[in-house]
């Protein structure tokens, strides 16, 4: 429930960021939480995925690097 709220007031006034683009953040954060069940989600972690998710691309393919990408930088940078 609460990463849907992040994910719907993510860069709400960017004009870039669509309801598509807003989809593929969703389905990155949502699955880097639950491949994470050892982490806590937490605010912040969409900011965080969205530009990814913009230079990745929506699609299967561009959400896949985006959720390699998040992952790897949460691990190797931000200890949550």
Same mark, same amino acid.
């Given at each position: 429930a609460q990463i849907r709220k992040d994910v719907r007031r993510s860069h709400a006034s960017s004009p870039e960021v669509g309801d598509g683009v807003r989809v593929a953040l969703g389905r990155v954060v949502e +699955?880097? +939480?639950a491949?994470? $069940?050892e982490r806590v989600? =937490? !605010?912040g972690v969409d900011a965080l995925a969205m $530009? =990814?998710?913009l230079v990745a691309g929506a699609g299967e393919e561009g959400e896949a690097l985006a959720f390699a990408l998040l992952s790897n930088l949460i691990? !190797?940078?931000l200890p949550l």
């Open positions: +699955a880097w +939480a491949s994470h $069940p989600y =937490l !605010q $530009p =990814l998710v691990e !190797q940078r």
